[in-house]
């Protein structure tokens, strides 16, 4: 814990006038692009769950071997139009 200390002491007698603003003002910053970097990792958890389900959805009819409902259920989710 001393160490800490005695670490900090050093940088905080290195701070020149002006620096912590500019500092500060970078790290928020950088908090603001991590933010978006966390909403896009949301989003994409949450594409990656929705197809999961798809495909869950489409497996458990072929391992039954309900062909009806597989072709259904691809009729339903196709591209095409």
Do not use: Y
Not at 15 to 33: F, I, N, Y
């Amino acid at each position: 814990m001393n160490d800490r200390l005695r670490e900090a002491g050093r940088k905080l007698g290195k701070v020149t006038p002006g620096t912590t603003r500019q500092e500060v003002e970078s790290l928020r910053d950088r908090v603001a692009e991590l933010e978006d970097e966390v909403q896009e990792a949301r989003r994409l958890n949450r594409r990656v769950a929705e197809l999961l389900d798809i495909v869950e959805e489409l497996l458990v009819p072929l391992t039954l071997r309900d062909e009806e409902k597989v072709k259904a259920f691809l009729d339903a989710h196709s591209l095409a139009p």
